[in-house]
C-alpha cells in the first residue's frame, strides 16, 4: 500500500472530512500515534491503515477498499 492508496481509502470508508480527522487526531492503540504521525515516522501505511480499520470497528469489505482498483497491477501478497 502506499501513501496515496492509504488516503484514498480513508477518504472511500470515511469521507474526507470525518476520514482526515481521524488521521489527525485518533491516537491507534496499537501504535500509539495518530495515523498522521505512524506515517511522518516511517510506520508502513498498510500497518496504520490496519490499525485504523481496528480502532474503528470497519468490515473486512472496508479493511481492504484500497485493493478494489489494481489497475492491471500484480496483487500484493504480503
Not at 505512524?38 to 496504520?48: N, Y
Amino acid at each position: 500500500m502506499k501513501h496515496s492508496e492509504f488516503w484514498r481509502a480513508v477518504d472511500t470508508v470515511f469521507g474526507s472530512t470525518y476520514g482526515r480527522s481521524l488521521a489527525q487526531d485518533l491516537v491507534l492503540t496499537g501504535i500509539g500515534r495518530t495515523s498522521v504521525e505512524a506515517l511522518d515516522a516511517g510506520v508502513p501505511p498498510r500497518e496504520v491503515w490496519h490499525a485504523l480499520c481496528d480502532d474503528t470497528d470497519r468490515s473486512e469489505a472496508d479493511r481492504w477498499v484500497f485493493r478494489d482498483d489494481l489497475r492491471g497491477r500484480r496483487r500484493d501478497t504480503r
